[in-house]
């Protein structure tokens, strides 16, 4: 063994103590010392495969110099030989594949049933039911579409990329396929994708998995417009935030236009690498608000009239009204009204049945009552809680089991998790350390209440009315 090779275990096992384990494992196991030349200057490593060697000189690259130049510390340039070739490799595996499979046993040969993981490249995977005919511009999307409508004539000149945020069932979805489909008129020879962020994420693994890497980056390469929706399962998946880091800059670069959705603004997203946030900001961050009292009226009687169902004015009130969260909501009180209609041949609903549909709904659907969570504190929901039952604080926090103060700590955790938002974990902290699965079990209680019990659905209506007056 040349003299040189005897340090490069000790290479390995300082990168070992500052690389996380999983990414020792997948990127780091199978290096292997080559060589070095010209007197030391330079070291050769062996790596697996080209994108092993890619995501180290992306990800690693200071961790590697500086284990190297601990150990050999004339090296100046460090140098790569892809060792084996794609056919037999074993799978370096990212994080996210590791997730994925069953056991750490590696990837046996490709199942031919993947060969399919990538739709046909004229596939834009566009659906047709979502187009600018249907969606109604509204104060709280308005923004949003006048962006989006601006880049058609050209794309990737204007704001690149497009980065449209707002909570589920506001219209993100509808309005980057609508586009996609402006784009297909108007540009017929372009190669539109739509995807979420997930399907990336999963057509990534296999083309992973399949040693299909280069066909991948290709597919995305070529693509003219890329619609990627709910950017934000990308978190954590390191991996594919890696390729997808890649494949932006490359679109980027050839003013290609992207358009990207997510459930909340770049700076908050989290698990997101920061080179990927700061790309994110690079052109127009556009967010899609919850519409209000009028904007819900119109998006709700034009799709009244499109589906058949005949409201009169009080109803459409009535509704949009009381469905203040989504717009998916309303479409499910049409639906349910269209079978009602369907199943009784009526040609409309009296108010009082439209009312009971409206009650019947509510159960089914917590988030319903909807407070601005902005205004909203836990210690205020405390508060109102603590109010209508006549208990203190320390009741509701504390372990009593008073079928009273049991009800009111539950009630509590609903509006922390369905009002608030906030996780289960979180949640069992601030009572008392409790843990996730008692808060989970307290909420679902909650829930199921709503659905059989008046009194419950009550005091929550009741508790929703002081935090609005107090
Ligand atoms: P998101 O992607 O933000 O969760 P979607 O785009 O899936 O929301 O929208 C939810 C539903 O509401 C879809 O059926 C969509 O067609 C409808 N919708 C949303 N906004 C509008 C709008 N402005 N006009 C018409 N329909 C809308
Ligand atoms: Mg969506």
Redesign the pocket.
């Known amino acids: 063994m040349p003299a040189t090779q005897e340090y490069w275990p000790l290479v390995l096992e300082n990168i070992k103590s500052k690389v996380t384990e999983s990414s020792y494992k997948a990127w780091f196991s199978r290096l292997e010392f080559v060589s070095t030349g010209n007197q030391g200057r330079k070291i050769i490593i062996g790596v697996p495969s080209a994108f092993n060697k890619q995501y180290i000189e992306n990800k690693f690259k200071g961790e590697l110099r500086d284990a190297i130049g601990k150990y050999y510390p004339q090296v100046v340039h460090i140098d790569y030989k892809v060792t084996q070739t794609n056919d037999t490799i074993e799978m370096d595996q990212p994080e996210e594949i590791i997730k994925t499979s069953d056991s750490h046993q590696t990837v046996t040969r490709p199942d031919p049933s993947l060969s399919t993981y990538l739709p046909s490249k004229s596939l834009s995977n566009l659906n047709p039911?979502?187009t600018f005919d249907?969606?109604?511009?509204?104060k709280n999307?308005e923004l949003a579409v006048s962006v989006c409508k601006s880049i058609v004539d050209q794309p990737g000149t204007m704001y690149n990329p497009i980065f449209i945020y707002?909570?589920?069932?506001?219209?993100?979805?509808?309005?980057i396929q609508a586009i996609g489909q402006k784009m297909l008129e108007t540009h017929p020879s372009f190669n539109i994708k739509y995807i979420t962020s997930e399907t990336f994420v999963n057509q990534f693994i296999l083309a992973f998995q399949k040693r299909k890497m280069d066909e991948f980056r290709e597919y995305y390469r070529s693509v003219d417009l890329l619609l990627i929706?709910d950017i934000q399962f990308i978190a954590s998946k390191e991996a594919t935030q890696e390729v997808f880091f890649h494949t932006f800059n490359e679109l980027h670069q050839a003013n290609k236009q992207i358009i990207i959705?997510s459930d909340r603004a770049p700076k908050t997203l989290v698990g997101i690498e920061e080179r990927l946030v700061s790309r994110f900001e690079w052109g127009m961050v556009v967010d899609?608000v919850k519409p209000d009292l009028e904007s819900r009226m119109a998006?709700l009687s034009?799709?009244a009239m499109r589906m058949g169902v005949a409201l009169n004015p009080d109803q459409c009130t009535m509704i949009a009204e009381s469905i203040d969260s989504?717009?998916?909501e309303?479409?499910g009180v049409l639906n349910k009204i269209k079978a009602k209609l369907q199943i009784s041949m009526q040609p409309s609903l009296s108010d009082e049945e439209v009312a009971l549909l409206l009650n019947k709904t509510q159960p089914d659907n917590p988030i319903r009552i909807n407070l601005d969570v902005s205004t909203q504190t836990p210690d205020r929901i405390l508060q109102a809680v603590c109010k209508l039952f006549a208990i203190s604080k320390a009741d509701v926090l504390g372990s009593s089991r008073q079928k009273n103060i049991a009800l009111a700590r539950q009630i509590t955790m609903w509006f922390y998790k369905f009002e608030l938002d906030l996780s289960y974990p979180t949640i069992g902290k601030m009572f008392n350390g409790r843990d996730h699965t008692t808060v989970m079990h307290g909420c679902n209680k909650i829930n199921k209440l709503l659905k059989t019990d008046t009194k419950t659905s009550n005091k929550i209506q009741t508790i929703k009315d002081l935090l609005l007056h107090m």
Do not use: Q
């Open positions: 039911k979502y249907n969606f109604v511009v509204t999307n707002g909570s589920v069932g506001l219209g993100k979805t509808h309005l929706d959705t899609i998006i034009d799709k989504n717009i998916r309303l479409e």
